[in-house]
């Protein structure tokens, strides 16, 4: 999950970097295209064939042709488009609240009731992106922003549905649906890919789909599977403190004090989850114990 929050806590300045002059809408369609290229290249090495499973079942495809607007095209073009109308910092925090945003969804589809603690810690978490997405001038990148957090947070949701699934085979029709998919909402918005070949480019939006997607998507859904989901995702309170910090060092981002505050909160309600996540974990006898 280390590696997890510092992949995608570097999404967001490959997008800065690899998406200047050019359409940012067509910069994530090659992502999540490459992105499956590479699982489905993976999954075809391991002789699993590309099938998701063995039968073919509509239910399935559905599911996963669900998992991919909300993981890819809305989170991947929300994420890109929260560029647009704030700092890349924090875009960053905003876009990855997922463990404020699923602690009372898990309580109610899974069970995993949350303690005091967590409750109290969601709403001053919420109260803390409030104060970073309240502020004029960075309202619409703000609640993209958000959107984008709420995608991942609803596909991490639905994930629970598919742990029979090949997890090679599922990320790449999951990537390559929903590149086909951002490649529509790219042509209807910014019209045919204009060419970009720039070495930033191509540098960016290789390590943004290998490094940032494809190869952190195994190891979160593979984590979804065996731990609590508020657990797994709280530590994606290491992804803000990574974007946040990337974006100050590279990028050379200013942070006001009214967002340095809410960034504080955010990432205190996260550890106050965290905390409480990994003491739930603690809690419960091993199998083998039994």
Known sequence: MVFVALAWGSCFVLLEWGARGGSVLWFVTWRA????AVLLGLT??????????TTSSWTLWMLIVALAVLNVVVSFAAMAGSLTGTTTGMAAVLANGQALLVVLPAWWLFGERPSVLELVAVAIGFGGLLLIAVPAGSGRGAWLALLAAGGVTAGALLARRLAGVDILALGAWQFLIGAAMLAGVATAIDGPPRANWSINFVVAVLVLAVGGTALPYVAWFAELRRA?????TSWTLLVPVVGVGMSVLILREPVTPEQFIGDA???????IVARSGRQKQNDVTPPSAQ
Do not use: D, K, Q
């Open 228 to 232: 609590p989901i508020t657990a797994v």
């Open 44 to 53: 075809l090495v391991r002789g699993r064939g590309v099938r998701p499973v």
């Open 265 to 271: 909160t955010v990432v205190a309600a996260l550890a």
């Open 33 to 36: 295209c490459i992105a499956g």
